[in-house]
């Protein structure tokens, strides 16, 4: 499960914002941003979990009624835009009701959240609705925003926000948060380095049974080649797999580097996409054919990008990572 915690660990700038709201010194505004699948979702409402948790000691406890109705999303000191279409703007009218419970105290304890996600979503004439309440701090009202940039929100909004940028993840953090949700190891370490620091989009591959299907299949083909004698039928599986091509190709140049680096002696060995005997000629192969194959792999995007046929490039690229390899 996620934690306050698990963001500590993954930068700075969460972990002051984290420990200043524990320790009872929570920002009048903060503005969460960074790439998407980082967490930022998670992040503001755990953090509106511990603002509004009772507990004695490290909130938030996720225990208490009070965690347990922000968790819920429906604890009175919880206020959200009414929008509940995910890609709609934010209007005036969907702010209303924060607005009018921002003039009266906290019904409940003495601290009350506002959440926007995808602040910037809200309207210019939404966010100068805001602006009264984010300039003038009541001691009672902290402003959580979410946001997977900084366009779209007013300077002046901004600047009456911290910016709180959450960093991508490590490849460490990743894998040990696919582990906690019971992905294998050799799964979760393959999606570690294919989803750039997100761990949503770690997740969302994961679930994604097209890719490990794309996996498969160029495991059966570049990486399969004994010789030039299996060129032919690799292409041929290759061949109704047109509609996957770049994705096939990001693959393909992912697990080259992944040799290359091992190679340079810069990284371990990779995780064998095909069987043991093709996987010892890649581990034998030189940094100086490692780096053909990848310039191979560079003109066969600029093909792609010139209308040449799949097939054709496929092909191509088969001979020349044979040659590379299986001499
Ligand atoms: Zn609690």
Redesign the pocket.
């Given at each position: 499960m996620i934690t306050l915690d698990s963001f500590s660990a993954l930068g700075e700038p969460q972990r002051a914002l984290i420990d200043d709201i524990r320790a009872g010194r929570a920002p009048h505004a903060a503005l969460i941003t960074g790439i998407a699948g980082t967490g930022k979702r998670t992040l503001a409402r755990l953090l509106a979990c511990a603002l509004l948790?009772?507990?004695e000691g490290k909130?938030?406890?996720?225990?208490?009624k009070?965690?347990r109705r922000a968790q819920a999303m429906t604890h009175p000191d919880l206020l959200l835009p009414s929008t509940k279409e995910k890609d709609r703007s934010i209007k005036v009218e969907d702010l209303r009701e924060i607005i009018r419970a921002l003039s009266y105290h906290a019904s409940e304890g003495t601290r009350r959240v506002v959440l926007i996600e995808n602040a910037q979503r809200m309207t210019p004439q939404s966010q100068n609705a805001l602006l009264k309440s984010l300039e003038e701090p009541d001691g009672e009202t902290t402003f959580l925003l979410t946001s997977s940039g900084e366009t779209g929100l007013l300077p002046t909004v901004r600047s009456r926000c911290r910016v709180v940028r959450v960093q991508p993840w490590s490849d460490q953090q990743i894998i040990s948060a696919l582990r906690e949700r019971g992905i294998a190891q050799a799964r979760a370490q393959e999606l570690s380095k294919l989803c750039g620091g997100s761990l949503g989009t770690a997740l969302d591959m994961d679930g994604d049974e097209n890719y490990f299907a794309l996996r498969e299949a160029c495991g059966r083909t570049f990486f399969s080649l004994r010789s030039m004698q299996d060129v032919p039928v690799a292409s041929a599986h290759l061949k109704d797999k047109k509609d996957s091509a770049d994705e096939i190709l990001s693959m393909v140049e992912l697990k080259v580097r992944e040799y290359l680096l091992h190679a340079m002696r810069a990284a371990d060995a990779p995780e064998p996409m095909a069987e043991s005997r093709c996987h010892e000629m890649w581990l034998q192969a030189s940094p100086r054919s490692l780096e053909h194959i990848m310039s191979a792999l560079i003109d066969a995007r600029k093909y792609r990008a010139s209308n040449v046929s799949w097939q054709a490039i496929a092909e191509k690229l088969l001979y020349i990572i044979s040659e590379d390899i299986n001499s």
């Open positions: 948790c009772t507990a909130r938030p406890c996720m225990q208490c009070g965690c």
